[in-house]
């Protein structure tokens, strides 16, 4: 085990005492359950096979979203941080994406789209696109003029010049865009199938929130909160970390 996962590892096993003492003190498993009771609805779950399905077509909503934000704010955060003109002309509409509740969005979509995947997909991606764009549009700042200067003495195609002088450079920032976006799609994408879905795990918890089942309810979202922790943890952070390496190096 890397030293880097015991204060996490550490700070999870405080967390459960605190609730399970929590729920020793409240005494009513109703609204409170304790860990050992959410965990053999979790077992359960698993062996039925129910969690699978329904985790996996989350993971789907939230796989598409994050493409599809990370590729449509990374292409307007890059124009918007090279060009003063684009940024004036585009600056008025992120601040606008960056302000509509997320739930507006949500529901717009599906009047206008309907209530399939489509619309589900991109209610999800339209809430995070502004907060990628604002993300690399500052990165695409900071780029080294030098880098550009030598770019255009060697006459590198754009195609070339983007693989190998800006995204380098942009990199750490894409890479905290990506975490940040991931945090903030998987919570609007169960938003989206609470609303608006007959699968995923935000479905389920709507169908036992109807019914005042607090352990079933704990029991789907500390699940899919274990997922995204763990893609945090073992593919986010490290690729973060590497990014940030090219720019320990150049300094």
């Known amino acids: 085990m890397r030293p880097a996962l015991l204060p996490g590892l550490a700070s999870?096993?405080?967390m459960v005492l605190i609730?399970?003492?929590?729920?020793?003190v409240a005494d009513r498993p109703q609204t409170l359950p304790g860990p050992w009771q959410v965990a053999t609805r979790m077992v359960a779950l698993a062996a039925s096979g129910e969690l699978w399905f329904n985790a996996g077509m989350t993971l789907m909503r939230v796989g598409l979203s994050f493409v599809l934000a990370m590729a449509a704010g990374m292409a307007l955060g890059l124009a918007m941080g090279r060009s003063r003109a684009a940024d004036n002309w585009l600056n008025p509409a992120l601040i606008i994406g960056l302000n509509v509740p997320a739930l507006v969005v949500i529901v717009l979509c599906y009047?206008?789209?309907g209530l399939n995947e489509t619309a589900a997909i991109a209610a999800v991606a339209l809430n995070k696109i502004p907060l990628v764009t604002v993300m690399i549009r500052e990165g695409a700042r900071a780029l080294r003029p030098d880098l550009d200067d030598m770019a255009e003495a060697?006459?590198?195609?754009a195609m070339t010049r983007l693989r190998h002088v800006v995204l380098p450079q942009l990199a750490p920032h894409?890479?905290?865009a990506a975490r940040a976006g991931v945090s903030l799609i998987w919570k609007i994408v169960?938003?989206?199938?609470?609303?608006?879905?007959?699968?995923?795990?935000?479905?389920?918890?709507?169908?036992?929130?109807?019914?005042?089942?607090?352990?079933?309810?704990?029991?789907?979202?500390?699940?899919?909160?274990g997922v995204m922790l763990a893609i945090d943890l073992?593919?986010?952070?490290?690729?973060?970390?590497?990014a940030n390496r090219w720019r320990r190096d150049a300094a």
């Open 190 to 225: 169960l938003v989206v199938e609470f609303l608006g879905r007959s699968n995923g795990v935000g479905f389920k918890i709507h169908l036992l929130f109807s019914s005042f089942d607090v352990a079933g309810v704990l029991a789907w979202a500390l699940a899919f909160v």
């Open 154 to 157: 060697f006459q590198m195609p």
């Open 111 to 113: 009047i206008w789209i």
């Open 19 to 24: 609730w399970a003492v929590a729920a020793q």
């Open 174 to 176: 894409i890479a905290a």
């Open 234 to 242: 073992f593919v986010l952070r490290p690729w973060e970390r590497r």
């Open 12 to 14: 999870v096993a405080v």
